[in-house]
Structure formats: structure tokens, C-alpha cells
């Protein structure tokens, strides 16, 4: 299973910020965009901001 980027499902694809309307429509753009590592679905499923917006 090596495609399993979002392994836990905790985040969907597009993402929106809810502040700005930026999205994410894929895993590349969320972590460049949102911030978010693939590895810790936990604090990401808190972060539903852009980098901008949580700065
Ligand atoms: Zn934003």
C-alpha cells in the first residue's frame, strides 16, 4: 500500500481554508499550502487554516 498518502482519511481532498478559501487539491499542495504532514493526521485534522491565515 504505497499510495496511501492520506493513510488515515483524517483530511479530504480539496481541502478549503474556511478563513481565506484557499484549496488544496492535492497532498502536495496541502503541505505547501496548509502545512500539513501526512504523517500526523492528529494535529492536522486541527489545522484546517492556511499557513497564512494560522501565522
Ligand atoms: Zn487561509
Known amino acids: 500500500m504505497h499510495r ?3 493513510m488515515s482519511g483524517s483530511i479530504k481532498l480539496p481541502h478549503s481554508c474556511p478563513k481565506c478559501g484557499e ?3 492535492t497532498a502536495v499542495e496541502l503541505q505547501e499550502k496548509f502545512g500539513y504532514r501526512t504523517t500526523s493526521s492528529k494535529s492536522a485534522s486541527n489545522q484546517s487554516w492556511c499557513k497564512k491565515c494560522r501565522s
Do not use: C, E
Open 4 to 6: 496511501g498518502f492520506f
Open 23 to 25: 484549496t488544496a487539491y
